[in-house]
């Protein structure tokens, strides 16, 4: 008997837990909070006195990596700006633009039989 209850108190507790990562607000949610509508925004503004990214990195805004050295071992989909650039396998670079914008890249140097 003792067996039986721990299965189904495991059953109930795997249920339990599937429901909570399946539902958006959980097993246990208030029904007028899962009606609530998601609602995000992002600042329009810095608060007064806040330092912007742009104001941080200048032209280096532009960049996804700003490195010294940067050695791609995976597929990226970013651009960069770095002095040494080194990929020991051929992955692809992959990076989206929109329109007549050039994505920039900025490499000073290729490591070994790097091609770019």
């Known amino acids: 008997m003792k067996r ?4 189904v108190l495991s059953f109930w507790a ?3 837990m599937m429901l909570n990562i399946v539902m958006p607000t959980g ?3 208030d029904v007028s909070e899962a009606s609530a509508e998601f609602k995000a925004t992002l600042p329009t503004a810095l ?9 941080l990195l200048g ?5 996804g990596v700003i490195a010294e050295e940067y050695e791609q ?3 990226t989909e970013t651009n960069f700006a770095v002095y ?8 692809s670079i992959e990076v989206i633009g929109s329109g007549d914008n ?11 039989n790097t091609k770019f």
């Open 4 to 7: 039986s209850l721990k299965r």
């Open 84 to 91: 040494k650039y080194s990929q020991p396998n051929s992955h």
């Open 27 to 29: 097993a246990f949610a």
């Open 59 to 63: 032209p280096a805004v532009e960049y």
């Open 102 to 112: 050039n994505v920039p890249f900025r490499v000073a140097e290729l490591v070994g």
């Open 47 to 55: 608060p007064e006195g806040a330092i912007s990214p742009a104001s």
């Open 73 to 75: 071992t995976k597929h």
């Open 14 to 16: 795997a249920v339990i």
